[in-house]
């Protein structure tokens, strides 16, 4: 099974900042990586796909890059609603693997 | 509008059997593939299973966790498409999810195994 390693587990930033998140997968996934946000009690949303695309209605403030093994996503200027969990999760394969997960909070 | 609305959850004991279903709307059901993923409580997401489409033969995948007990299926007269699951096992609890693609998820609904 492909090991999706998110880091880091929790970060805790001021309005404003710039957030990133990182993945590594455990082999070669090429671009097929999705990013997906979820907030306390509702199911998670796609935020990116195929590791650099926005989804639909998705702020331009959210970015991904990588391929390969290397993955990160990025939110340019955090914003109060962006306070959730926020998951990495790769599609070349199965099982598909999702990574642990980032708690993001407001400093 | 996708839509998608899963049923069945509840609390059962460990080794009993139960069955979630989801309807979806807004697609069309017999191509598409669908996925169910779960969570459980206070934890992350983890890929159960999915099923693809009538034109892609309908082959079916398990997560390890859950391969010979759980199985996924689908009637695509319906637009329903299943997760029956037997030989509940605690670590079995969470949310489960049904999803088409992955921009396109249900509610959830819980599965509580306790005794």
């Known amino acids: 099974d492909i090991q999706m390693t998110q880091s880091p587990a929790s970060l805790s930033a001021s309005v404003g900042d710039r957030v990133t998140i990182t993945c590594q997968a455990s082999?070669?996934?090429?671009?097929?990586v999705n990013w997906f946000q979820q907030k306390p009690g509702k199911a998670p949303k796609l935020l990116m796909y195929d590791t650099s695309n926005l989804g639909t209605g998705v702020p331009s403030r959210f970015s991904g890059s990588g391929s390969g093994t290397h993955f990160t996503f990025t939110i340019s200027s955090l914003q109060p609603e962006d306070i959730a969990t926020y998951y990495c999760?790769?599609?070349?394969?199965?099982?598909?693997?999702f990574g642990q997960g980032t708690k993001v909070e407001i400093k | 509008e996708v839509q998608l609305v899963e049923s069945g959850g509840g609390l059962v004991k460990p080794g009993e059997s139960l069955r979630l279903s989801c309807t979806g709307s807004?697609?069309?059901?017999?191509?598409?593939?669908m996925t169910w993923v779960r969570q459980a409580p206070g934890k992350g997401l983890e890929w159960v299973g999915r099923i693809k489409g009538k034109t892609d033969g309908e082959t079916i995948d398990y997560a390890a966790p859950v391969k010979g007990r759980f199985t996924i299926s689908r009637d695509d007269s319906k637009n329903m498409f299943y997760l029956q699951m037997n030989s509940l096992k605690t670590e079995d609890t969470a949310v489960y999810y049904c999803?088409?693609?992955?921009?396109?998820w249900g509610q959830g609904t819980l599965v509580t195994v306790s005794s």
């Open positions: 082999q070669d996934i090429k671009k097929y």
């Open positions: 807004g697609f069309d059901f017999s191509r598409a593939y």
């Open positions: 999803l088409f693609r992955w921009d396109s």
């Open positions: 999760h790769q599609y070349d394969d199965v099982p598909r693997t």
